[in-house]
């Protein structure tokens, strides 16, 4: 984002009502106006209002007024500001409307800073976080797969992505409120005529259905801790709960000493919000709940989707761009032992490679199917890792049950196919 408007050009890009707004939001206090000619403002934290304020000009007829604005951008860049401008206004100045998520995950380090490998997972976490929102706006369905993800997609190309805050780790996006979202890829032979495609809904709507959904999410979440019930998640599917849902919040909750998502809603445009700001907070004790709510909201969508954990290897990628392909050796019970993986999501394939190089266990879900001597697990995506391998096939072993020789399995016997 450009700190200062260097340009004539970029002098008139400058929305002076919307700065205006910015910087009251960041701290700046409106203490005059004449309507239609300027706003003067004082600084943050000024005792005397009048001393050292602000002029904002309105008037973009005024023979005067690029260079008053020239002047209040240089005045509101200085030192005592600079801060406040790269952080709060220039990110959002400099482009059409826009709606701002914070992900954000406390960690033990110094402020601002995080592992590396937990940095990824929470990018990763949060444009997933973002994908299934919009995806909600399409439907509402316990598990989405492939559907809908060319439309997600089109509304994630319009996101920016800011830069980090002091204190925890934070990952911010900045949705624009007022662009449309097609519901329909642009047809490349003659987009023009493609009159239908350029038909959707504003950034703004897609982000509420975002909104709501982690809401919905929030809300079941609640209602397990205080009923020890999933059935606060089955309510929820109407309001956008669903299995991509859960799992991109569990990738944001999981291992943490606190997280939250908050949403700054742009107050220069109206509507979709109730209240300017919207926050969710989440903790690690949250993950068992929400991996017991994804594999419910998994199962009852179709009982040919199945999760698999294990050790990665045989990795592929015919396309640089392209999802990838995996092995994966299962070590849970019950099921194929070697299973190849074809993500439907091409950025997780680096959650593969990571697991990989560490020797870490990893858990994946999709759909089961044979094709000869091969079992591939289709539509999948990585629902997290779960520690390192070594451990992972200790605590398998312990699981076993221990036959000795002349002994029979209950498994072996007419009774196992009766349990549940």
Same mark, same amino acid.
Do not use: C
């Given at each position: 984002?450009?700190?200062? !408007?260097?340009? &004539?050009?970029?002098?008139?890009?400058?929305?002076?009502?919307?700065?205006?707004?910015?910087?009251?939001?960041?701290?700046?206090?409106?203490?005059?106006?004449?309507?239609?000619?300027?706003?003067?403002?004082?600084?943050?934290?000024?005792?005397?209002?009048?001393?050292?304020?602000?002029?904002?000009? @309105?008037?973009? %007829?005024?023979?005067?007024?690029?260079?008053?604005?020239?002047?209040?951008?240089?005045?509101?860049?200085?030192?005592?500001?600079?801060?406040?401008? *790269?952080?709060?206004?220039?990110?959002?100045?400099?482009?059409?409307?826009?709606?701002?998520?914070?992900?954000?995950?406390? *960690?033990?380090?110094?402020?601002?800073?995080?592992?590396?490998? %937990?940095?990824?997972?929470?990018?990763?976490?949060?444009?997933?976080?973002?994908? #299934?929102?919009?995806?909600?706006?399409?439907?509402?369905?316990?598990?989405?797969?492939?559907?809908?993800?060319?439309?997600?997609?089109?509304?994630?190309?319009?996101?920016?992505?800011?830069?980090?805050?002091?204190?925890?780790?934070?990952?911010? #996006?900045? #949705?624009?409120? *007022?662009?449309?979202?097609?519901?329909?890829?642009?047809? !490349?032979?003659?987009?023009?005529?493609? @009159?239908?495609?350029?038909?959707?809904?504003?950034?703004?709507?897609?982000?509420? !259905?975002?909104?709501?959904?982690?809401?919905?999410?929030?809300?079941?979440?609640?209602?397990?801790?205080?009923?020890?019930?999933?059935?606060?998640?089955?309510?929820?599917?109407?309001?956008?709960?669903?299995? /991509?849902?859960?799992?991109?919040? @569990?990738?944001?909750?999981?291992?943490?000493?606190?997280?939250?998502?908050?949403? /700054?809603?742009?107050?220069?445009?109206?509507?979709?919000?109730?209240?300017?700001?919207?926050?969710?907070?989440?903790?690690?004790?949250?993950?068992?709940?929400?991996?017991? !709510?994804?594999?419910?909201?998994?199962?009852?969508?179709?009982?040919?989707?199945?999760?698999?954990?294990?050790?990665?290897?045989?990795? =592929?990628?015919?396309? *640089?761009?392209?999802?990838?392909?995996?092995?994966?050796?299962?070590?849970?019970?019950?099921?194929?032992?070697?299973?190849?993986?074809?993500?439907?999501?091409?950025?997780?394939?680096?959650? #593969?490679?990571?697991?990989? &190089?560490?020797?870490?266990?990893?858990?994946?879900?999709?759909?089961?199917?044979?094709?000869?001597?091969?079992?591939?697990?289709?539509? =999948?995506?990585?629902?997290?890792?779960?520690?390192?391998?070594?451990?992972? @096939?200790?605590?398998?072993?312990?699981?076993?049950?221990?036959?000795?020789?002349?002994?029979?399995?209950?498994?072996?016997?007419?009774?196992?196919?009766?349990?549940?």
């Amino acid at each position: 984002m450009p700190e200062l !408007a260097s340009t &004539e050009l970029d002098l008139w890009r400058v929305d002076p009502t919307r700065l205006t707004t910015l910087m009251t939001e960041a701290g700046w206090t409106l203490v005059g106006r004449r309507s239609g000619i300027y706003n003067r403002l004082a600084p943050p934290g000024e005792p005397d209002a009048r001393a050292g304020s602000f002029v904002v000009p @309105l008037d973009r %007829e005024a023979p005067e007024y690029i260079e008053v604005l020239q002047s209040l951008l240089q005045q509101v860049t200085a030192p005592n500001f600079r801060s406040l401008w *790269a952080r709060s206004i220039a990110p959002r100045l400099f482009t059409d409307p826009t709606d701002e998520f914070r992900f954000r995950r406390e *960690a033990a380090f110094p402020s601002g800073l995080i592992s590396w490998r %937990e940095g990824e997972r929470l990018i990763s976490s949060a444009r997933r976080t973002l994908v #299934a929102g919009a995806k909600s706006y399409i439907d509402q369905t316990r598990h989405f797969g492939n559907r809908h993800g060319q439309f997600a997609n089109r509304y994630l190309d319009s996101v920016l992505m800011g830069q980090t805050e002091p204190g925890s780790y934070i990952v911010k #996006a900045f #949705a624009p409120s *007022a662009t449309t979202v097609p519901l329909r890829k642009l047809s !490349a032979a003659s987009p023009s005529l493609d @009159l239908g495609a350029a038909v959707g809904p504003y950034g703004r709507d897609v982000s509420h !259905a975002v909104v709501r959904a982690l809401s919905a999410t929030a809300e079941a979440i609640d209602h397990y801790r205080s009923s020890g019930s999933l059935t606060g998640f089955d309510a929820g599917v109407r309001e956008g709960v669903s299995y /991509e849902m859960a799992t991109a919040i @569990l990738g944001i909750a999981e291992h943490s000493d606190g997280s939250d998502i908050t949403i /700054e809603w742009d107050t220069s445009v109206p509507g979709g919000f109730e209240e300017p700001v919207s926050r969710y907070e989440f903790s690690g004790g949250d993950a068992p709940i929400l991996e017991k !709510a994804a594999h419910r909201l998994a199962a009852a969508e179709d009982s040919g989707f199945v999760t698999v954990t294990g050790r990665v290897h045989l990795l =592929a990628r015919k396309e *640089a761009d392209g999802p990838g392909v995996f092995g994966v050796d299962n070590v849970m019970g019950g099921q194929p032992r070697k299973v190849r993986v074809r993500l439907a999501d091409e950025d997780q394939y680096y959650e #593969a490679i990571h697991a990989y &190089e560490e020797n870490l266990g990893l858990q994946v879900y999709g759909r089961l199917e044979r094709e000869g001597n091969l079992h591939w697990l289709y539509d =999948a995506s990585v629902v997290r890792t779960v520690g390192h391998l070594d451990a992972l @096939l200790h605590v398998e072993a312990m699981e076993q049950p221990q036959i000795t020789q002349g002994q029979m399995s209950i498994d072996d016997t007419d009774l196992g196919a009766t349990s549940s």
